[in-house]
């Protein structure tokens, strides 16, 4: 049998989710923000909820989020997804309502609307996107940036007497009593990825069955930002983020 | 400032604040989002003890800062919902970002704000020392903002709804700009009647833009400021500038006392407005035709009608519970064809009639 | 023999050139083209066509979803 055979709708495997529009995504090549897309549009459109769904796009690289996955968005400013995403469940409790962060909006500049939005309960799901990095802007440090890590304003290294420690913002965020589900996965493998799919599956359904707030930590590489390739990138989130972000649920009740 | 309304109506006896939050309610509002703060706080507290959530079906919420409540009303007001906040001047500087981001996105919004005395944290007491914050654009880039200065608490309950019909008009955030005298006084005040929410099939007829969900047969709304390119940037710019353009002709409101043979003409808005009718009085008592334009929309600014008293009058007073702000845009209006004085008090102090009327005799009526 | 079979189609124009796939591949399919796309980048490609088993590890760690998998049972 040729490989020209074996091409025919019958076979079909896997495929470019309908919900992930055509046009080509602007994320660097080999960035996670891609499979994370791809998940999202996967899991929308399995569960049939394009209709339903409102994201809530953020400040940094996944700022044109809502050119790449057929559905309505919402663009936040800088760390206010979380406040926008409280108002658009609030008053339309029957969709389906998530944030798509990184680390720099989460954990930095929006800390408070992401707490409170998290203390309170609201009933939406965080995807938070940790690179460690700030990608959007050329590399600077993040929140996240880990102990001796080099970005364009540490330059030497982050240290910790002049920048603090790094945040583990979804570990605080476990402790709070209106989370529901605290995970944190990665998507270097396929079985990653597969876990990390499940896991965004759970937060949505748990958005639609008013459980609580969901939060999907993906342990992410920004291989520009870093300055490596993109397999390389992946065997140093392994070696040096895993250890500081260890995977796995936090919290599922 | 009258409260002429119909004997048959039902007058209630309310603060400013109060009658803000009655109003809201009755006029459909979705959702109002809020966060603690002196002299404003009566708007959520009212709200809250009205409970509106069992009635109507509004939201009501206690965030947990301005920044939040400003974004929790670009959130609702993007999925074409009936959305407002309210705060007093330290609590609307933190807003700026966020009314810029409204405007940005060309999102209906009603923002109140009860002043206070500033700069920073400043004095509870009543002010309108933020005029140029509104009217000139408190946040980042090119935009302007419908701005309305209720000077009765009827107004402040009037203004609620016409805020919110200005909002989605013209896809603009719109501000309630009252002081701490309009917000805690007491008056008789005749409530706007009921109005239902918009149900979902209404707001997708009217705000076809809505973040409601895509169906199957439409492309997907977008709620965003962004733009990279530098025309495309431009085409918003002049979007925006053609509408504020058009809101300049079409919805300039203002009241004039005494105006017709004014040989003097007070210009001042709100609480200053009220105090100088008085002052007009004591003027006209003596003998000094005087005449008091109160705008009622800053912006749109009362330009055309200024400038016409400039061709009739010998001089203006400006009358303002600050160091002058307004007073630059009566001069621009008037263009140097009569002298434009100035009168202020500070700090939260209200000036009194006497204070007005001396200050229009010694600088105006040499 | 191989019980299954596989192939994949990479759409050209979206590829990035990252070179994921090609590290994902249990089966050493894939390598990156000596052609480039109109962007530039240098595209993945079935190298070894045979051995491909069609398990899909290229496309779950696509981050451009540019690849489509197809599978046959022998």
Redesign the interface.
């Known amino acids: 049998m040729t490989t020209n055979d074996i091409i025919n709708p019958a076979n079909l495997v896997y495929a470019k989710p309908s919900v992930l529009n055509d046009v080509p995504m602007h994320y660097c090549p080999g960035c996670t923000h891609g499979v994370i897309h791809k998940l999202i549009g996967e899991i929308i459109g399995e569960m049939g909820f394009q209709e339903k769904t409102i994201g809530i796009a953020p400040v940094g690289c996944a700022v044109f989020a809502y050119k790449y996955l057929d559905i309505d968005w919402q663009q936040a400013a800088h760390g206010r997804a979380p406040a926008l995403a409280t108002a658009v469940k609030r008053l339309l409790p029957d969709r389906l309502v998530f944030t798509y962060q990184g680390d720099g909006d989460l954990a930095a500049i929006g800390t408070a609307e992401t707490i409170h939005a998290c203390n309170r309960g609201e009933n939406i799901a965080i995807i938070f996107i940790n690179n460690g990095i700030y990608g959007m802007t050329g590399g600077q440090m993040a929140p996240t940036t880990l102990h001796g890590m080099k970005s364009s304003t540490s330059p030497n290294g982050r240290t910790v007497p002049l920048n603090g420690y790094p945040l583990d913002i979804t570990k605080l965020l476990a402790q709070l009593d209106g989370t529901c589900y605290v995970t944190r996965q990665s998507a270097h493998t396929v079985a990653s990825v597969r876990k990390t799919k499940k896991a965004i599956q759970k937060a949505f359904e748990n958005s639609m069955l008013g459980k609580g707030t969901s939060i999907v930590e993906v342990v992410s590489t920004c291989n520009s930002g870093w300055k490596l390739s993109p397999a390389d990138s992946n065997t140093w989130m392994v070696e040096n983020m895993f250890p500081a972000y260890p995977l796995g649920d936090l919290k599922d009740i | 400032m009258n409260n002429k309304k119909k004997d048959t109506e039902e007058v209630r006896l309310m603060k400013g604040n109060e009658a803000i939050a009655h109003a809201a309610i009755r006029c459909g509002c979705d959702g109002y989002f809020g966060y603690p703060i002196t002299p404003q706080s009566e708007i959520m507290e009212t709200l809250m003890e009205l409970e509106p959530w069992n009635t109507t079906g509004m939201v009501v919420l206690q965030a947990e800062s301005e920044t939040a409540s400003i974004n929790m009303v670009y959130g609702g007001a993007g999925c074409g919902k009936k959305s407002m906040t309210s705060s007093s001047s330290p609590g609307v500087s933190l807003m700026q970002e966020g009314i810029s981001y409204l405007a940005g996105a060309e999102l209906p919004a009603v923002i109140v704000n009860v002043m206070r005395g500033g700069p920073g944290l400043g004095t509870i007491q009543p002010s309108q020392a933020d005029y140029f914050q509104t009217v000139k654009g408190g946040g980042h880039g090119d935009y302007k903002m419908i701005t309305l200065a209720p000077a009765s608490v009827q107004e402040m309950a009037d203004h609620t709804v016409m805020a919110f019909d200005l909002a989605f008009k013209y896809l603009t955030p719109v501000m309630i700009l009252a002081d701490g005298v309009i917000g805690q006084m007491m008056e008789k005040v005749v409530l706007p009647p009921f109005q239902p929410r918009l149900t979902e099939e209404e707001i997708k007829i009217k705000c076809p833009w809505a973040t409601l969900g895509k169906p199957a047969n439409r492309k997907p709304n977008y709620i965003y400021s962004l733009q990279l390119e530098a025309e495309e940037m431009e085409d918003l710019n002049l979007r925006l500038q053609s509408r504020y353009r058009t809101i300049e002709k079409n919805e300039v409101l203002f009241e004039e006392f005494d105006c017709e043979d004014a040989e003097y003409l007070i210009v001042a808005f709100g609480t200053s407005a009220r105090v100088c009718q008085k002052a007009v009085e004591m003027a006209r008592a003596q003998g000094i035709k005087a005449g008091l334009l109160r705008p009622i929309t800053l912006f749109p600014f009362p330009t055309e009608q200024i400038s016409h008293y400039a061709n009739q009058t010998k001089g203006m007073l400006t009358v303002e519970m600050s160091a002058g702000q307004m007073v630059e845009d009566v001069r621009l209006a008037v263009n140097g064809r009569v002298p434009v004085e100035f009168y202020g008090r500070m700090g939260g102090i209200v000036p009194s009639p006497d204070d007005v009327f001396e200050a229009l005799k010694k600088l105006i009526v040499k | 023999m191989a019980k299954v ?3 994949i ?1 990479v ?1 050209v ?2 590829c ?5 796939c090609v ?2 591949c249990p089966s050493k399919v894939l390598l990156l083209n000596n052609e480039a796309n109109s962007k530039g ?1 240098n595209y993945s490609y ?1 190298a070894d ?1 045979d051995s ?1 088993v ?4 290229c ?14 049972k ?1």
């Open positions: 079979k596989g192939a189609v759409n124009e979206r990035k050139g990252c070179n994921l590290v994902a980048y079935m066509p491909c069609g398990c899909s590890a496309a779950y760690v696509c981050p451009d979803a540019c690849i489509t998998v197809y599978r046959v022998l």
